[in-house]
C-alpha cells in the first residue's frame, strides 16, 4: 500500500552505513553481550526511545544551529570592519557603528528566539486544498509581506502514517535552494497543525492552466517539460524523489515560470491486489477492467477529454487522489529509485499534447491497472497529432525502469530531439509560453475559487486516539519548526547585492552620505546612528525596517 503513495523519501545512505557497522558490532559481540542487549531493549519502552531520539535530535539541531549563528555572527563584523576602513570612517565613528552593530546583532538573536505563530499572520484567500490540509494566501502582519500558508492537519498526518514524510517535504524545501523549487520561508506548528510559509506564486497550478487550454501546442509543452525537467534534476541531485510530480504540483511564479511544490504528502491507494500478469499484452483481460473495457463505449479524443476535464478537481481534492502519474514499479511496490520521477513527467507531458493522462479511467483503482499493464494500454489518440519526436520521448519515459530515458541522469532526457534547440542555462531568464495575469500581489484570479466555509473544520482531530497524542510539543513533530533568514532578507531588501559592493577607493562614501536617507528618522538623539543608507553596510540580516525605527529586523 505504501508504495502507491506520494511520498518522496530522502535516501539517507549514512544511516544505512551506521545501520551495517552497527550490525558488524553485533554479530562479532554475540554470547551473553546479546542476551544483555535483549534486556536493556527491553527495558526501554518505545516511548522511551522516542523521546530520546527526539531529545537527541533536539540538541544536535540546536548546538548546530548555535555554532553557525556564532560564525555567521563573526563574518558580518569582520565585513563590516573591512567597509569600514574602506568608508574613510574617523575612530569614534567606526566605534559607534561597531557597537550599534553589536545592538542588532542582539536584536536579531531574539528575533531567531521569536516562536512564530499563525497568529502572525493574517490569513486571506484559499487557493489550493489537498488530503491534508489547505493553502491559503496570507500576509505577515508586521512586515506586511504576502506568502502562501500551507496547513496540514497532525491528527491526519499520525493517522496516515505521514510524519516521515511530511517532515521530508520541510526537509526538503528547506535545503535545496533552487529557483525551481518553491521558497520556504519558515515552518512551525501548534496543537494540531503544521505550517508552510512558502513563497507565493500567483501564476496558479499547471492543472488549471491545462484545464483552460485543454491541450498545449509543442513549443508550449517544450517549455513547460523543460523546466519541469530542470525541477526534477535538481531534487534529485540532492537525492530526493518525489514519487508524486503531478500537474498540481507545478507552481506558475509571477512571470510564468514553473516551480516545484508539495514534497511529501501521499493519498493513500490500496494497490495490494495489482498485479502486472493480470493484463499482460495479447492476453484476454479478466476482472474489473476487462468489464469496463467491454461496457465502456469507445469514445473519441474529444468526449475523453470533457470526461477528464468534469472529473479531475473532484479526484484531486480527493482522499484518494489521482495516481494517473504514479509510475508503475511504485504502484506494484517493486522497489524504485529516481526514474520514477521520469514517468510522471512522460504522463504529464502526453496530457499536455492529447489533454488527459494516457492511463485515464473513471475510476482510479483501474487507472491504476492500467498503468501496471502500460504495454497494454499506452495508445496514442490519432487525432492528436504529435510529432515523432515527441512520442518518442513520452514512450522512452513510459517504460520498463531499465530502458527507461533519464535512468542515467537528465542530460539523457535534455539530449532527446524533442529539445533540439532547447538552451538550458537560459530556460529560466527565457519568456515563459504563457505570461499570466497578476493584477496586484493578493491576486487570486489564476486559482480554483473555493468555499470558504469548506474551511478545514476542526473536529475531526480533536477527537479518536489520535487526539490524545497531539500537542505542540508533540515528539512525532520535533524539530519541523524553521525559519529561513537568509531567504527572507534576499526578498526583503531586493538589492542588497549591489549594496554589498565595496567601494572603489575613488569613490569612498563619507561619513554624512552613509547616513543620508530623506525618509528615515534621524535617531542620532539617542547617540545612535542615523538610520539611513548607513544601513547599507551592515549585514542583510540586521537590516531594520524603515517604517519602525524601533522594531527588529524583518524576518519571519
Ligand atoms: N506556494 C504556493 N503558491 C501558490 N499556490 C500554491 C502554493 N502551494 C500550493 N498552492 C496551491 O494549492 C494546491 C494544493 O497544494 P499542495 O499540493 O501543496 O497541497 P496538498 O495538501 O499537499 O495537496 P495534495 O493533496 O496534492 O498532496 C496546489 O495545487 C496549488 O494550486
Request: contains cysteine; glycine residues 4%.
Amino acid at each position: 500500500m505504501d508504495s502507491a503513495r506520494s511520498w518522496l523519501q530522502k535516501l539517507q545512505p549514512r544511516d544505512k552505513a551506521r545501520a551495517s557497522a552497527k550490525k558488524k558490532k553485533e554479530d562479532n559481540n554475540g554470547g551473553n553481550q546479546d542476551s544483555n542487549a535483549a534486556v536493556d531493549e527491553a527495558l526501554l519502552s518505545s516511548v522511551t526511545k522516542q523521546k530520546v531520539a527526539a531529545a537527541k535530535q533536539y540538541i544536535e539541531n540546536h548546538y548546530k544551529e548555535q555554532m553557525k549563528n556564532l560564525q555567521e555572527r563573526k563574518e558580518r563584523r569582520t565585513i563590516l570592519e573591512k567597509k569600514l576602513a574602506d568608508a574613510d570612517v574617523s575612530e569614534e565613528d567606526q566605534n559607534n557603528l561597531l557597537k550599534f552593530l553589536e545592538k542588532k546583532e542582539t536584536e536579531y538573536m531574539r528575533l531567531q528566539r521569536h516562536k512564530m505563530g499563525v497568529d502572525d499572520f493574517e490569513l486571506l484567500t484559499m487557493i489550493g486544498k489537498g488530503a491534508f490540509g489547505e493553502v491559503k494566501v496570507c500576509r505577515e502582519k508586521t512586515s506586511g509581506h504576502v506568502y502562501a500558508m500551507k496547513k496540514l492537519k497532525k491528527s491526519e498526518m499520525l493517522r496516515r502514517g505521514q510524519v516521515e514524510h511530511v517532515k521530508a517535504e520541510r526537509n526538503l524545501l528547506a535545503e535545496v535552494d533552487s529557483n525551481c523549487i518553491v521558497k520556504l520561508y519558515c515552518s512551525f506548528q501548534d496543537d494540531e497543525y503544521l505550517y508552510l510559509i512558502m513563497e507565493y506564486l500567483p501564476g496558479g497550478d499547471m492543472m488549471t492552466l491545462l484545464m483552460r487550454k485543454d491541450t498545449l501546442t509543442e513549443d508550449e509543452a517544450r517549455f513547460y517539460v523543460g523546466e519541469t525537467v530542470l525541477a526534477i534534476e535538481s531534487i534529485h541531485k540532492h537525492n530526493y524523489i518525489h514519487r508524486d510530480i503531478k500537474p498540481d504540483n507545478l507552481l506558475l511564479d509571477r512571470y510564468g515560470h514553473l516551480k516545484l511544490s508539495d514534497f511529501g504528502l501521499c493519498k493513500p491507494l490500496d494497490c495490494s491486489t495489482l498485479e502486472e500478469k493480470d493484463f499482460s499484452v495479447g492476453q484476454n483481460v479478466n476482472g474489473s477492467t476487462q468489464n469496463e473495457e467491454r461496457t465502456a463505449p469507445k469514445r473519441s479524443q474529444q468526449e475523453q477529454l470533457q470526461h477528464w476535464q468534469m472529473n479531475r478537481r473532484t479526484l484531486a481534492y480527493s482522499t484518494v487522489g489521482t495516481p494517473d502519474y504514479i509510475a508503475p514499479e511504485v504502484l506494484l511496490k517493486k522497489g524504485y529509485g529516481m526514474e520514477c520521477d521520469w514517468w510522471s513527467l512522460g504522463a504529464i507531458m502526453y496530457e499536455m499534447l492529447v489533454g488527459f493522462p494516457p492511463f485515464y479511467s473513471d475510476d482510479p483503482m483501474l487507472t491504476c491497472r492500467k498503468i501496471v499493464n502500460w504495454k497494454t494500454y499506452l495508445k496514442f489518440p490519432e487525432e492528436a497529432r504529435l510529432s515523432l519526436e515527441a512520442k518518442d520521448l513520452i514512450s522512452k519515459l513510459l517504460c520498463n525502469v531499465n530502458q527507461r530515458l533519464g535512468t542515467k541522469g537528465a542530460d539523457e532526457i535534455k539530449a532527446h530531439p524533442f529539445f533540439k534547440g532547447v538552451e538550458w542555462d537560459k530556460l529560466y531568464q527565457m519568456e515563459a509560453a504563457f505570461i499570466p495575469e497578476v493584477n496586484d500581489e493578493l491576486d487570486t484570479q489564476n486559482f480554483e475559487k473555493f468555499d470558504e466555509s469548506d474551511s478545514q473544520t476542526q473536529s475531526s482531530s480533536r477527537s479518536g486516539p489520535w487526539r490524545k497524542m497531539l500537542s505542540s510539543k508533540d515528539l512525532n513533530f520535533v524539530g519541523y519548526t524553521y525559519k529561513n533568514f537568509e531567504i527572507v532578507n534576499d526578498y526583503q531588501v531586493p538589492g542588497m547585492a549591489e549594496l554589498k559592493k565595496k567601494p572603489s577607493k575613488s569613490k569612498r562614501p563619507s561619513i554624512k552620505s552613509l547616513f543620508e536617507t530623506p525618509e528615515v528618522s534621524d535617531t542620532s538623539a539617542n547617540n545612535q546612528p542615523a538610520q539611513g543608507s548607513f544601513l547599507k553596510l551592515l549585514p542583510p540580516q540586521l537590516e531594520v525596517s524603515h517604517s519602525d525605527k524601533n522594531l527588529p529586523p524583518r524576518v519571519l
